[in-house]
């Protein structure tokens, strides 16, 4: 099935075109059509199963087919979203998917100044993208006008309610008019879930996607522990070692991406770098070269690594860590997909360490870590028990597999600890909040 099958308009199918999707993802075959019909939809699908697009372009398309609201352009279509993080990104996926429609869209969220926020929904928007607590203080303060929303997503319902948004979820539907169009995405089906699709849809689509294997499982992960101004040795060293031949490179920042790419070359490695200054085309052209193999290393900030999808991407290097732990998953999501093995490699110096223990706790998961002889920091290591090399086996289940093959000669600073035992992923929030006390 391609888009153009889905009744897409042209300027939705240009968009998805410039992201590099050649066809739709399950759930995106069976959303698509049943929102466009101006049906409620349940649908189940987790994060990576493509379910932004699934609701976002259909709802363009919808908004876009009726002019704004004139007076003041008020908001008609609501998503909420347990977190800022998810907020942001589905923030930048409706002005990506929105980019050739004259849309106008607000992302709301809390722990950042309101004012902007306030400024923004006067000018008028078209879509209100937010968190529940940020969003009732808008409300609260009557800068934000509810009454003429025409679509809700509800986005991740199991973990809105496993944060403890219900009540707030309750108030901003008290503010919203009953006759609309409520799309609800949850990654399970409580009892309570069920509930609450109950009161608030009318003979939805239901729809079921399998569930993905998280990323986490899917890839095995390594750190390996070296110091900062030594890492950009030790990645040319590895990718030459082990005859990397493609590797998508994460640096924090634009400049980062440059440089690196530039020591790359140097040292004899083809390299490029992406990021949100490069022009489109230069983007898509180094993409290309990327998928064709003519460039080698491919080094991306997180925000231009969006649109990358490479089904049989082998080897994911964090160059530095994330600030976020939700980018790490998504950073390693790169690669193992379509059933193929992949492999994360983090090059983690001591200042990282909470960044490390961030993404640790996120992921309920100590991961495998180990110096490279030769390479072994000299600078303050990281606290216990970062220190100690460990399995990976909670979840990826490769935990001494993966540290033998991971690097020439391995050595662990101490011997190894016991596997992890296997647990659910933490909430994000909740994740945070331990981090916080610890
Ligand atoms: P989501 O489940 O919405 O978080 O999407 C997961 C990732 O899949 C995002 O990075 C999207 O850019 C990407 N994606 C969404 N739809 C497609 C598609 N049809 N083909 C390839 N990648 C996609």
Redesign the pocket.
Known sequence: ME?SDLGLAADLLRA?AD???????PI?QQAIPAVLAGNDVFAS??????????FTLPMLQLLSATPPHKVQRTPRALILTPTRELAA?IGD?VKTYGKHLPLRSAVVYGGVGIVPQIQALRRGVDIVIATPGRLLDHLGQRTLDLSQIEILVLDECDRMLDMGFIHDIRKVLAALPKSRQTLMFSATFSKVIQQLANTLLKNPTLIEVAARNTAAERVEQVVHLVDRDRKRELLAYMISFHNWQQVLVFTRTKHGANRLAEQLSQDGLRAAAIHGNKTQAARTRALNDFKLGKVRVLVATDVAS??I?IDQLPHVVNFELPHVPEDYV?RI?RTGRAGCGGKAVSLVCGEESPLLKGIELLLNQTLAKIVVPGYEPKSSAPAEPEKRQRSNQGRGGQGTKSNSQSAPKPQSSKPQDPPTRSKKPVSASRARKRLRSA
């Open positions: 888009f998805v992201q590099g999707y050649t066809e739709p993802t995106q699908a987790q994060t990576g199963t493509g379910k932004t697009a699934g990104q996926s969006r649109g999808d998504h999501g």
